[in-house]
Nanobody, 120 residues
Framework: QVQLVESGGGLVQPGGSLRLSCAAS????????MDWYRQVPGKQRDLVAM???????DIPDSVKGRFTISRDNAKNTVYLEMNSLKPEDTAVYYC??????????????WGQGTQVTVSS
């Protein structure tokens, strides 16, 4: 019914930048929110950016000022611009969207994840 596809991950040197994309497609009537999370092996999945933007105590201080989320409504796509990357940003990054489908159901959907590795 609904698919989320992330792209843009890869290997980058410390101090570098990456832009991740997450495109939603399928039986979409409305998208209420699109967020980015990240997860390292053995740890919980953590929120790193949210759209609509708003004050959130859930976003770690370590990414504030370095990660920026933006959205293209026409393309049902959300982006995560990551600057001044550090080795500790290495993780699998996931997109989550809260979507009202054309069938009337409202659910959270996850993408498959994209690996970001920050290393020299």
């Amino acid at each position: 019914q609904v698919q989320l596809v992330e792209s843009g991950g890869g290997l980058v040197q410390p101090g570098g930048s990456l832009r991740l994309s997450c495109a939603a497609s399928g039986s979409i009537f409305n998208i209420y929110a699109m967020d980015w999370y990240r997860q390292v092996p053995g740890k919980q999945r953590d929120l790193v950016a949210m759209w609509p933007r708003g004050g959130s105590t859930d976003i770690p201080d370590s990414v504030k000022g370095r990660f920026t989320i933006s959205r293209d409504n026409a393309k049902n796509t959300v982006y995560l611009e990551m600057n001044s990357l550090k080795p500790e940003d290495t993780a699998v990054y996931y997109c989550k969207a809260r979507i009202l489908t054309t069938f009337g159901g409202r659910n959270d959907y996850w993408g498959q994840g994209t690996q970001v590795t920050v290393s020299s």
